[in-house]
T-cell receptor
Framework: DGGITQSPKYLFRKEGQNVTLSCEQN?????MYWYRQDPGQGLRLIYY???????QKGDIAEGYSVSREKKESFPLTVTSAQKNPTAFYLC??????????????FGPGTRLTVL | AQKITQTQPGMFVQEKEAVTLDCTYD???????LFWYKQPSSGEMIFLIY??????QNATEGRYSLNFQKARKSANLVISASQLGDSAMYFC?????????????FGQGTRLTINP
């Protein structure tokens, strides 16, 4: 089945540690995205990528880094510079084509807790 | 800057009734897209319906319809004949432009509870 996988589902980090969240898609989508969701809030865009080896900052990129070495993969690193990283992280992907819709498909999410 | 406002933090509806979830938006762009997503307690976001700024007809997808009032900058989601499985968080989102990679701006969401 085509879809997006994220791992791990739950992640615990000590303060001062960097952690990497995995995101893989087999939908052959060109674009991939990372969002952060805090309790009772909507999603906020961290980074997005339209093509391999290229990515752009979203609204809350400080303290995060990404890479896009393969079309299928878009890992997110939460660095120690991120002051309040405890949140739910969602990865998404979409086509970039002539269709006006190009809706984003989301993974199941990773819940990160800083101890 | 773009902004999405969902003024209903929570809604409670009896099963089989119709429900309208409110969404207003603010943008200076002429071309934009509006989306509704459903987020069950599992956390995954599920795409429901899309409306483009130039679409003349209101979008419909099964039991979901979008009441698009461009002059009022509103894009309310209507769910007909609600079911217990409709209980979830619902998010309205807006994208700048029509094509290409999407920078989506989300509202705060509305928690919908369907009572039997």
């Amino acid at each position: 089945d085509g879809g997006i996988t994220q791992s791990p589902k739950y992640l615990f980090r000590k303060e001062g540690q960097n952690v990497t969240l995995s995101c893989e898609q087999n939908l052959n989508h060109d674009a991939m995205y990372w969002y952060r969701q805090d309790p009772g809030q909507g999603l906020r865009l961290i980074y997005y990528s339209q093509i391999v080896n290229d990515f752009q900052k979203g609204d809350i990129a400080e303290g995060y880094s990404v890479s896009r070495e393969k079309k299928e993969s878009f890992p997110l690193t939460v660095t120690s510079a991120q002051k309040n990283p405890t949140a739910f992280y969602l990865c998404a992907s979409s086509s970039i084509g002539t269709s006006p819709v190009n809706e984003q498909f989301f993974g199941p999410g990773t819940r990160l807790t800083v101890l | 800057a773009q902004k999405i406002t969902q003024t209903q933090p929570g809604m409670f509806v009896q099963e089989k009734e119709a429900v309208t979830l409110d969404c207003t938006y603010d943008t200076s762009d002429q071309s934009y897209g509006l989306f509704w997503y459903k987020q069950p307690s599992s956390g995954e976001m599920i795409f429901l319906i899309y409306q483009g700024s130039y679409d003349e007809q209101n979008a419909t997808e099964g039991r979901y319809s979008l009441n698009f009032q461009k002059a009022r900058k509103s894009a309310n989601l209507v769910i007909s004949a609600s079911q217990l499985g409709d209980s979830a968080m619902y998010f309205c989102a807006m994208r700048e432009g029509i094509q290409g990679a999407q920078k989506l701006v989300f509202g705060q969401g509305t928690r919908l509870t369907i009572n039997p």
